[in-house]
């Protein structure tokens, strides 16, 4: 079992930043995708940005690519998610999200088995 617990939510004016940053304990070591989902009130959940644990290998939504970095400190067992240029459209509640299944490509939704409560993020313009 993995725990994720996120963090960093907050309301911000639009051309901000925020890191959100999500603790992971628990069998992390059985971890070979990390990543943050976001969804909106009325909206399907999205695939924000993900990573191979071991590989490195990062995956961006084409809406936030060149925006948002997502990165590790493995010595934490912490995923971070950094967002700059923020818009009224990043408004959303931020999932973090490990998978521990394996041989499932990270850029796919079914590579992630344990999910965080989410944080909130609101952008205004």
């Known amino acids: 079992q993995v725990q994720l617990v996120e963090s960093g939510g907050d309301s911000v004016q639009a051309g901000g930043s925020l890191r959100l940053s999500c603790a992971a304990s628990?069998?992390?070591?059985?971890?070979?995708?990390m990543g943050w989902f976001r969804q909106a009130p009325g909206k399907e959940r999205e695939g924000v940005a993900r990573?191979?644990?071991?590989?490195?290998?990062?995956y961006y939504a084409d809406s936030v690519k060149g925006r948002f970095t997502i990165s590790q400190d493995k010595a934490k067992n912490t995923l971070y998610l950094q967002m700059n240029s923020l818009k009224p459209e990043d408004t959303a509640t931020y999932y973090c999200?490990?998978?521990?299944?394996?041989?499932?490509?990270?850029?796919?939704?079914?590579?992630?088995?344990?999910w965080g409560q989410g944080t909130q993020v609101t952008v205004s313009s």
């Open positions: 628990g069998d992390t070591y059985r971890t070979y995708c």
């Open positions: 999200a490990a998978g521990s299944l394996g041989g499932i490509w990270c850029g796919n939704d079914a590579a992630y088995n344990y």
């Open positions: 990573m191979g644990t071991v590989s490195g290998t990062r």
